[in-house]
Structures are given as structure tokens and as C-alpha cells.
């Protein structure tokens, strides 16, 4: 992973928009599942923080033809207290600014860590469209997001479920700012 930002801001609002209108095609074919089997799994991180699943959403098998593991981390601004659990009902409205990015399977999503912080961690087709999906997300975040918060890991190869169940698959954690991405042992 080198220098993060986002794209730019026509390009970014520009696949935010395609997605909009794609998650709705999607919707209406009731390609867009909830799973509900890894709700309350609690997922915890190299950097010694964790947080439970709140939420999946998948489309269709959310399986990968060329497999890679997202993950994108950021602090709500002004989010405190009983807010979150809000912030937690209210954010299957965002489901359509994801779910129609090409190369989308399917999202894990975790309630807000020790730290204030929540993730997202996905499964991805192809870790250039995981890239290019962060990337525009930023734009979305970065208006309600606390600034320097927004971060993301594409480790391509991978498949989401593979590394939360199997530790040793993307090696060691490193130490200081990787720390943050990689699972490790949880409950």
C-alpha cells in the first residue's frame, strides 16, 4: 500500500453516482442478500483492538472470481455515546453508494472499536476495482469522517472469509500502522 487519497472529485462522484444507480437495478432483482450467520462475531485486530459484526451484506454468493480482502477503517465526527447505535440502524441506507462498484461481493460490518473507530471488511473481485471502490468512498466519507481517520487495505489473492478464519494467510502483523487491518485472533 503506498500514498492513500482519494480520486479525483469528478471521477470519484462520477462511480458513486453509477453506483447509486446500479444498486437499485440490483435491489429490484433481489440480488442483495443480509445473512444474518455472522452477526455479533466479534473480530479482533493485530493492533489489539476489535469489534462485533453488525451487519453483512452480500450480492449473490459473494464469492469472487479473482478474490481480494478490503478493508477501510474511519472515525465519525461528532458520533459519541448512544449515537452510535443510531449511526448503526441508520447505515443500511448507505448500502447503495457500495453494493453497485463493479467487482463488489460482499461487506462485513463492524460497530465502532475501543478506539472510536468502524470498519468495513469486504470481500472484493480484483483488487484494482477494491482500489478504485476506496478511493471513491473516500469522497463519501471525508464529509462526516474526523480528518486523517480515513485509511484502507486491499491484500489481494485472498478471500475475506479465508484470512478471518485462517490468521497465518497474509503473514505476521507488522508492527505500528499495519497492525490495524490484519485480523487476529477473536471471538
Known amino acids: 500500500m503506498g500514498e492513500q487519497g482519494p480520486l479525483a472529485p469528478g471521477e470519484a462522484w462520477r462511480g458513486v453516482a453509477v453506483c447509486f444507480l446500479t444498486t437499485f437495478a440490483l435491489l429490484s432483482r433481489h440480488r442483495v442478500r443480509l445473512p444474518r450467520e455472522r452477526l455479533g462475531t466479534r473480530l479482533a485486530f493485530a493492533d489489539g483492538s476489535g469489534a462485533r459484526v453488525y451487519r453483512e451484506t452480500r450480492l449473490g454468493s459473494g464469492l469472487a472470481k479473482d478474490p481480494c480482502m478490503l478493508v477501510v477503517t474511519f472515525r465519525l465526527r461528532l458520533v459519541r455515546g448512544p449515537a452510535h447505535a443510531v449511526f448503526r440502524r441508520e447505515s443500511l441506507l448507505n448500502t447503495p453508494l457500495f453494493v453497485g462498484f463493479p467487482g463488489f461481493a460482499s461487506k462485513l460490518w463492524l ?41 484502507y487495505a486491499v491484500v489481494p489473492g485472498v478471500r475475506r472469509d479465508d484470512v478471518i478464519a485462517d490468521l497465518g494467510l497474509v503473514g505476521d502483523p507488522e508492527p505500528g500502522s499495519a497492525a490495524w487491518w490484519r485480523t487476529a485472533a477473536g471471538t
Open 111 to 151: 460497530a465502532h472499536d475501543e478506539r472510536g473507530r468502524y470498519r468495513g471488511v469486504y470481500e472484493w473481485d480484483g483488487p484494482r476495482r477494491a482500489e478504485h471502490y476506496a478511493r471513491s468512498l473516500w469522497r463519501v466519507l471525508a464529509l462526516v469522517s474526523v480528518p486523517g481517520s480515513i485509511r
